[in-house]
């Protein structure tokens, strides 16, 4: 199922190298202000709300591509796009179940010793009480 992630999200990367001109032009606006430059608490925030439903490296692969896909570059001069990126595809993995592979295994394991947990929508509504205001604290103080 991972590599069948992989592989479907090539041509959403290609769509996304369109820019503004491509089919995902509402996204690239959302992210990038009117001379271009991105919107660091846009990326944190996009790149946050896809990997709290996906797994955190496809998501982090599509907002890197989106924000232009040259590492030198987003290691430079887009550092701080860089972090928003990094921060909100691991960080907001963490608001489901599905969201990061690891939730799914500390769930199976943590009811297989008899520990009673929370279905997905349960843990979805104390992930967003508990980490909500994290996350508004973060963005706010670093994006």
């Known amino acids: 199922m991972f590599a069948a992630i992989f592989i479907t999200i090539a041509p959403v990367i290609m769509i996304l190298r369109a820019g503004a001109d491509g089919a995902f032009a509402g996204i690239v606006h959302m992210v990038t202000d009117s001379s271009g430059k991105p919107i660091d608490i846009a990326y944190f925030w996009a790149t946050g709300l896809l990997s709290s439903f996906l797994d955190n490296a496809p998501t982090y692969l599509v907002f890197f591509n989106l924000a232009s896909g040259d590492a030198p570059t987003l290691m430079t001069t887009g550092a701080r796009t860089l972090a928003a990126i990094s921060a909100g595809a691991v960080f907001m993995g963490a608001n489901s179940y599905i969201?990061?592979?690891?939730?799914?295994?500390?769930?199976?394991?943590?009811?297989?010793?008899?520990?009673?947990?929370?279905?997905?929508?349960?843990?979805?509504?104390?992930s967003t009480v508990i980490l909500l205001p994290l996350f508004l604290l973060t963005g706010w103080l670093f994006f």
């Not at 990061?100 to 394991?109: E, L, R, S």
């Open 99 to 126: 969201g990061n592979a690891p939730n799914f295994m500390v769930k199976a394991i943590a009811e297989s010793r008899g520990i009673v947990m929370p279905g997905f929508f349960a843990y979805v509504g104390w």
